[in-house]
């Protein structure tokens, strides 16, 4: 019995397809790294909606979420060889391919969100043209909320992080590590909360929203807001994809992208102190940093700038130059 509904079912549907005769549906997957009720989780949701209203059903993009297809640092790769049609990923993580990728993570360049913008808009024709070569154009990129310390113990000053197991996540973070004489450690965000739990890492540098998403109050005691920079995750599409795609599908693609880095942006800012207050709530000691801690920050990312502008030549510093210039 059960068996003919099914059929029967099916050849409705099939009859339904027929008729609609002309009717073309894409299909892309979207890998990212980030739990579905990560804030740039519930971007990516409303910006797929907004593509399927657009495009009334024609492009149906289903992301999968918390590194399920890809572990974060594949799905950049996995866009560019059209293993994925769409990803997100966290830029500064592929610093070593490009320096221009590690702008975002440099340590007090800029020192809020409109900075953080601007410095954007400076990064961006360059990112563009990177990942225009690697076979993907930029849809958006949506800033984390400020990188701040979190630690399993007090920090006064740089020199309580010595020899501290200490998670890192790109080039710059692991640089700071060994500058500090910390332990570095390469943890996924997605395995975060395993290694706390099993003491591989005792410390490390994320935002507020990364910490309240993995309730890292249950392993570490210490939040210092340095807020020592402002990363970005970016999200793409591989050329051939949308380069498949009509005209007006596409022009409704990008609308949607435009709307979802302004509504990203916003939301990062509203998460940050959401996010604050959940750590407290959670029972995490929130606290500025000593004036030491700021000076030894200070100079270790001094250090790290001139590494950085050293290796990414004339264009990077073309846009240091262009970034002060119009600040
Ligand atoms: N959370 C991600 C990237 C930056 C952030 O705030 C992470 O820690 O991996």
Request: aromatic share 10%.
């Amino acid at each position: 019995m059960q068996r003919r509904i099914f059929c029967a079912t099916a050849a409705l549907a099939a009859s339904l397809c027929l008729s609609t005769g002309a009717y073309a549906q894409t299909k892309w997957d979207m890998a990212t790294a980030y739990p579905a009720f990560n804030f740039h989780s519930k971007n990516i949701e409303q910006f797929v909606q907004d593509v399927d209203t657009a495009t009334k059903g024609s492009l149906k993009i289903t992301p999968h979420y918390g590194a399920s297809l890809f572990k974060m640092p594949e799905i950049k790769r996995a866009v560019q060889t059209g293993n994925v049609q769409m990803g997100e990923f966290f830029l500064v993580s592929f610093q070593n391919e490009a320096q221009m990728f590690g702008l975002d993570g440099l340590p007090f360049l800029v020192k809020n969100y409109d900075e953080a913008f601007k410095l954007y808009q400076a990064q961006k024709p360059f990112l563009e043209k990177l990942l225009d070569k690697q076979g993907q154009v930029l849809l958006y990129a949506v800033a984390w909320p400020p990188q701040s310390i979190y630690s399993n113990k007090t920090i006064q000053s740089a020199a309580d992080l010595k020899g501290l197991k200490w998670r890192v996540y790109s080039p710059t973070t692991a640089r700071i590590g060994e500058l500090v004489g910390a332990q570095p450690a390469t943890i996924q965000e997605a395995e975060l909360s395993q290694a706390l739990a099993t003491g591989v890492i005792e410390g490390l540098i994320t935002s507020s929203a990364t910490g309240a998403d993995n309730k890292l109050f249950e392993n570490l005691k210490y939040y210092y807001n340095v807020q020592a920079w402002i990363p970005k995750n970016a999200v793409t599409v591989s050329k051939k994809a949308f380069g498949a795609l009509d005209k007006s599908t596409q022009e409704a693609v990008l609308k949607a992208a435009a709307a979802a880095e302004q509504r990203g942006w916003k939301e990062s800012r509203e998460v940050d102190a959401r996010s604050i207050a959940a750590l407290k709530q959670g029972g995490m000691q929130v606290e500025q940093p000593s004036a030491q801690l700021k000076a030894d920050l200070g100079k270790i990312g001094a250090t790290v700038i001139k590494e950085w502008t050293d290796k990414a030549g004339a264009d990077g510093q073309a846009i240091l130059d262009g970034y002060k210039a119009g600040k």
